[in-house]
């Protein structure tokens, strides 16, 4: 397989490179390298000498790039994006450069290929396009937030509402990304993700919480608490989505078109206040912490409903919270060096 990645020097995109090259696959990289660690993600992957590894080193804005990345090429993973929402509201015109036309400037490339030489898609999305969830009522409990009624989690019939700048983009490419394969025939699949988490994961105040609390207590930072901390996320460990994204590519013709919501589900949620607890004991001492306003459209609970997922792709996640915890933990802590260099 002939495999392009789009951001691919980000978290996932390294992860997901990895195991391409390890089944045997061609990959080729396509990013700018401008966020915290993509160097170094870069530097760990070209250590491989794996000679099927390629590196543009672009940005997705760039159409000549992508169109030329895109060419004879089986499946696109289009990672690329403006991820954090307190950017988008500091640059909200820079956030939808990234995010929509980037994200079309990769949809057209496709459209452009002649029939038959059309790879397929796969578009990672994002829990915020339900913004706050308002119609779903939530009840307060010691450490999070839970929903009321018995209600499993979100699923994809959840109706949109885009909050923030960075909804709003994420939202608007993951509608297009749909119509290219109704209007156009294009072999898309979307994924609408809660938090994913693991190793090569440079988390950082604004995004990769998980990531950034065991990185910031290991160096011994204070962590700030952004609302009171009983906000609830399904957490995925990286490479349980990696499965994930491989099924869909390989079902691409049975769920093109299709829209999954992915995360741990129901059996792998986690607080901000229990994540901090965790820490304290595996560090047998107080983690500093400090508390902060509510961020602009942050949900109080958001745990996906992956039924359809498990249905449509034979999909479930198999990494535990407390399992994934340990794993990334271990990756932090071999590498404190690095984040303490990163830091200074």
């Excluded at 999070?144 to 608007?172: M, N, V, W």
Aim: hydrophobic share 40%; charged share 25%; proline share 3%.
């Amino acid at each position: 397989m002939q495999a392009l990645i789009t951001g691919g020097a980000g978290f996932i995109g390294s992860n997901l490179a990895r195991r391409l090259l390890e089944a045997g696959h061609e990959v080729t990289l396509l990013d700018d390298a401008s966020r915290p660690g993509a160097r170094r993600n870069l530097e760990s992957l070209s250590a491989l000498g794996d000679t099927r590894l390629h590196v543009v080193e672009a940005d997705v804005r760039d159409v000549r790039a992508v169109r030329h990345a895109v060419s004879g090429t089986d499946v696109v993973f289009h990672l690329a994006a403006q991820v954090a929402v307190t950017t988008s509201l500091l640059d909200p015109v820079g956030d939808f450069d990234v995010n929509l036309r980037g994200t079309l400037n990769v949809l057209e490339a496709i459209r452009s290929r002649p029939d038959g030489e059309r790879p397929a898609v796969l578009f990672t999305s994002t829990n915020k396009v339900y913004g706050r969830i308002e119609d779903v009522p939530v009840v307060e409990q010691a450490q999070r937030y839970a929903y009321a009624g018995g209600t499993d989690g979100i699923g994809e019939g959840q109706r949109l509402d885009f909050h923030s700048p960075y909804g709003c983009s994420k939202g608007a490419a993951d509608q297009y990304v749909r119509e290219y394969a109704r209007v156009y025939g294009l072999r898309t699949v979307v994924f609408r993700m809660s938090c994913i988490y693991g190793p090569r994961q440079w988390g950082t105040e604004d995004q990769g919480w998980v990531a950034h609390f065991l990185i910031s207590a290991a160096l011994g930072r204070p962590i700030t608490v952004y609302g009171d901390g009983k906000q609830v996320r399904d957490v995925l460990f990286i490479d349980d989505l990696l499965d994930a994204c491989l099924r869909a590519v390989g079902k691409i013709d049975s769920v093109a078109g299709e829209v999954f919501n992915i995360g741990g589900g129901p059996e792998n949620t986690l607080s901000l206040l229990e994540l901090l607890e965790w820490l304290e004991r595996r560090l047998a001492r107080p983690v500093a912490r400090s508390f902060a306003a509510w961020r602009p459209g942050d949900q109080r609970v958001y745990v996906s409903d992956i039924s359809r997922a498990r249905e449509r792709l034979g999909w479930a996640p198999r990494v535990t919270v407390a399992s994934g915890l340990e794993r990334l933990w271990q990756w932090v802590d071999d590498h404190r060096g690095l984040f303490a260099e990163a830091a200074a």
